[in-house]
């Protein structure tokens, strides 16, 4: 029997995922965060993300008809960055400013450097971290208490002394006073207080019932999203794996209050952002390296930025500038990470 030689370019493997597929398994897995937003915080939480859904779709659609190439935006990509953007803006913020925060995204963070693909930045943090330079009030002040629990997920009605309310907050101000009891003195057993409480306040920490933006209150519900995605093989380990520890490692050692190793790595791991963050941001395909080194590597330093801004820096969140800050240094680890060439010296 004769047989045939077929002679193709590469690539010889192929795979049955595709962009739309990858980003609307991503949509799905964050769904379940958006409705316990939507449960906790009210129906003013859905109006939020459809804003910044439909203003994201809508800019990428108006720029590829103004760039003259094919209309192409349904798959996902538009989507995911407005519903990311979303679930990084509290939920009573007025509807105007998650539309501004997608269009920034989406104009400036994506398609001023070519489209899907060729953006350096994730495109959701960009747009965030405008809208938090622009509109700060907006961005850290959080009025909606979830349903059935508080702003701070803790009972402060007899702590005078702490005024913010998210858990972040709360720590931020409480560690202040307690690193500088002689300048603080009346207000060191409040402080104590309120960190005793944060540090037993778990349960709320990974169900939601705390304060904080729209998507990342329910770190359950995110890691049960994000276990998918790994199963899916949609995302890899290394990046959130590298990520979380590192802040753990970082905040036990120096975020305590007591001297070193004295800190709650717990309490920082299902505090803030961090797990949105790790599972659903630092692992964007087009933004982070691809190699093995160098994701372990990019996940190190997001730990290592964050834990700074969280216990030494102004703000009491670090994860989107941290992220934001690696994005820009994956070429180089992509490049000093670069497996070598077989047969290569």
């Not at 330079?133 to 907006?138: C, G, H, K, N, Q």
């Not at 961090?274 to 692992?283: D, E, P, S, V």
């Not at 801004?309 to 690696?326: K, Q």
Request: charged share 10%; net charge positive.
């Amino acid at each position: 029997m004769e047989r045939k030689l077929y002679i193709s370019s590469a690539p010889h493997i192929t795979d049955s995922d595709s962009i739309p597929k990858i980003m609307y398994s991503v949509i799905g897995a964050l769904i379940p965060a958006g409705i316990a937003g939507i449960y906790l915080f009210g129906w003013q939480t859905l109006w939020v993300i459809i804003t910044a859904i439909i203003t994201a779709v809508f800019t990428e659609g108006i720029i590829q008809l103004l760039m003259k190439r094919p209309l192409n935006i349904g798959n996902g990509s538009a989507i995911l960055t407005g519903l990311l953007l979303a679930y990084n803006v509290p939920a009573e913020v007025p509807l105007w400013l998650p539309a501004v925060g997608a269009f920034v995204g989406i104009a400036v963070g994506k398609m001023s450097f070519g489209g899907l693909g060729y953006n350096p930045l994730n495109p959701a943090l960009v747009g965030r971290a405008f809208c938090t330079a622009s509109w700060p009030v907006y961005m850290t002040v959080f009025r909606t208490p979830p349903r059935g629990g508080t702003l701070s997920g803790i009972d402060l009605s007899n702590i005078d002394a702490i005024t913010e309310a998210t858990p972040l907050s709360i720590f931020e101000s409480a560690r202040e006073i307690l690193l500088h009891k002689s300048q603080f003195t009346e207000k060191v057993p409040d402080a104590m207080q309120a960190l005793s409480q944060l540090y037993s306040s778990y349960s709320n920490l990974f169900i939601g019932k705390i304060g904080g933006c729209i998507g990342e209150t329910s770190a359950l519900l995110l890691l049960i999203g994000g276990f998918y995605l790994m199963y899916r093989r949609i995302i890899g380990w290394k990046i959130p794996t590298a990520y979380i520890v590192t802040v753990g490692v970082l905040t036990w050692i120096f975020g305590g209050t007591d001297g070193l190793f004295t800190g709650d790595p717990i309490f920082h791991i299902l505090s803030g952002g961090l797990i949105l963050g790790a599972f659903f941001m630092a692992t964007d395909m087009v933004t982070t390296p691809i190699t093995f080194k160098g994701r372990l590597i990019f996940g190190m330093g997001c730990g290592i930025l964050t834990s700074v801004i969280r216990l030494w820096g102004g703000y009491p969140e670090g994860v989107s500038y941290s992220i934001l800050l690696m994005n820009l240094t994956t070429p180089l680890l992509d490049r000093y990470t670069k497996p070598k060439k077989f047969g290569g010296k």
